[in-house]
């Protein structure tokens, strides 16, 4: 497909003109055609319009038109074929490997998304028959489910191109709730989001939906995005990205006339804590378990382990020793951007130079800069220095972490109230170490989304039971995931039907249940239909 280089707005082809830009090749440092042209005020206002206007469409449509819209884009995103994942990798600079398995992921969850809205008992229909003869007042007919919010902003992630991007998590649940989606394409991979709107815009028109229920717009977040956040016609906000833009989406919905939510993933350091069995029977694993957690992607996941937590002691020194062996022997990896690269170096010299901290050890090979590449690399200070020193709980989102060691387990545990929120928080243990780790478990629930025992954070499996957030800074909003099939109450919201005929409730409260729901009714879960 010959890329335009222009934003696709509610059907139509942007203009030509206002700020241009290109690409870059990560891996070559070369720019790559075409221009790709900024999406102008004025057509972001017009695709914001069409999507409201679309909206009215699409929440009245049944729940098999979403699932089919659905699929219909996995199967348009898969016939781009190898044509998207050679333009991905040439933007991001990422493994073929690792693209194909993210095309899949993509694809994957758009399905099991059209799964659940196919099912339809996400929206939570809930009813209280009415209760006429009740002392010492009647309880009226109480009825209450979950309906679209209205059109979503999805800003496009830099180390996601496919699955936090244009058709990635965000849009499929945005549009598995029922809402029209405008998506901000991520200036680092402009070229892949193009193709894959193409992709969604195809599967639109097939099925015979409103082209407004869709637009990928070019342009600044601080410009064109922001515009975005403020429309009047936006409902809410999905977006992965870094603090400080987070935040500034955030500002910007809540200082609106009437403020709108932003679901916004920012920063995670996802700490790691090993205990002392674990480190005694598996140290040397751990240390290697670690680095290839910690250098996956070239430590540009949300979740990499950017801080190791451990009691002081010989089998800590051994550990210690194990992880600087491995990460000496470490390859110098291209990361996504040369601001993401430069970014990860001020990061890291942050931490590093703060008084007390170790460098424990850096990857013997030198960083091309020609690459873009990040050297993996480690350092190590002591649980008072980590108190003591805020600085030291900075996120530098790449090959890096920090080992905290503490003299014992208070001083652990008053590490861990002094962390900030995160996504993940893993512990390593034996069955010994585990048995105890309960007043551990208690502090990290206060601070993560999610726990992991015996594992590694790296890897967010698409799931019902998946929650991918956490308490701030990790994400906005803690009640909710953006991974998982529970992403999709993000985008909606409750509305009680009190004392409605049946010819004017939504069929999903209607007392025969003709969708085959499960519902709350009088307090139980059932699909029976109501007498």
């Known amino acids: 497909m010959l890329l335009q280089g222009k934003s696709l707005l509610a059907g139509r082809t942007g203009a030509t003109g206002g700020t241009i830009f290109r690409a870059l090749n990560p891996a070559t440092s070369e ?6 042209h900024e999406a102008s005020l004025a057509e972001v206002d017009a695709a914001l319009q069409a999507a409201a206007a679309a909206f009215q469409d699409y929440r009245a449509r049944p729940a098999e038109t979403r699932a089919k819209l659905l699929e219909t884009i996995a199967t348009e995103i898969e016939a781009l074929g190898d044509t998207l994942l050679q333009r991905a990798q040439a933007e991001t600079g990422l493994p073929l490997a690792r693209l194909q398995g993210e095309r899949a992921r993509t694809c994957g969850q758009l399905r099991l998304f059209a799964q659940v809205v196919r099912e339809g008992s996400w929206v939570d229909a809930r009813i209280d028959p009415a209760l006429p003869d009740r002392q010492p007042l009647p309880r009226p007919d109480l009825r209450r489910m979950l309906i679209p919010l209205g059109p979503v902003v999805v800003f496009g992630s830099s180390n996601f191109p496919l699955a936090f991007s244009v058709a990635g998590g965000d849009t499929a649940s945005a549009l598995a709730a029922g809402c029209p989606v405008i998506v901000k ?15 969604v815009v195809r599967a639109v028109a097939a099925c015979g939906l409103p082209a407004g229920l869709f637009s990928l717009v070019h342009g600044g ?15 809410a906000v999905g977006f992965t990205g870094s603090h400080a833009a987070g935040r500034a989406l955030c500002d910007a919905a809540a200082a609106r006339p009437h403020p709108i939510p932003v679901f916004a993933e920012m920063s995670s350091l996802n700490p790691v804590f090993l205990l002392p069995g674990a480190l005694r029977e598996r140290g040397a694993a751990l240390a290697q378990g670690l680095l290839g957690s910690f250098t996956l992607g070239a430590g540009q996941f949300c979740t990499k382990p950017g801080l190791i937590f451990a009691l002081r002691g010989p089998d800590t020194d051994a550990f210690l020793q194990a992880l600087a062996a491995a990460v000496q022997g470490a390859a110098c990896a291209t ?27 850096a990857a013997g090979a030198v960083p091309d800069a020609k690459k873009t590449q990040g050297q993996p690399s480690v350092a190590v200070t002591t649980g008072a220095n980590f108190l003591m020193n805020p600085a030291l709980a900075t996120e530098a989102f790449g090959p890096f972490t920090l080992v905290i060691t503490a003299a014992d387990a208070d001083e652990l545990a008053a590490c861990v109230r002094a962390l900030e929120g995160q996504l993940t928080a893993t512990l390593h243990g034996t069955a010994a170490d585990l048995a105890s780790a309960g007043p551990l478990v208690a502090l990290l629930e206060q601070k993560a989304g999610r726990l992991l025992v015996n594992g590694f954070p790296t890897g967010v499996e698409v799931s019902p039971a998946m929650n991918h957030g956490g308490p701030s800074p990790a994400t906005s909003d803690p009640r909710y995931t953006s991974v998982g099939t529970a992403a999709l109450l993000r985008f909606a919201r409750p509305v009680c039907y009190q004392n409605f005929p049946e010819a004017l409730l939504p069929v999903a409260l209607r007392n025969a249940n003709p969708l085959g729901l499960m519902r709350l009714v009088d307090g139980k879960l059932t699909r029976e239909p109501m007498a």
């Open 31 to 36: 720019t790559l055609a075409p221009d790709f």
């Open 185 to 199: 394409a991520h200036r680092a991979h402009p070229g892949t989001a193009e193709l894959v709107g193409h992709a």
């Open 221 to 235: 977040g601080a410009s064109v995005g922001i515009a975005m956040v403020k429309h009047p016609a936006v409902a």
């Open 335 to 361: 990361m996504l951007t040369p601001g993401i690269q430069a970014a990860f170096v001020e990061n890291r010299t942050k931490v590093t130079t703060v008084p007390g901290v170790k460098i424990l050890a």
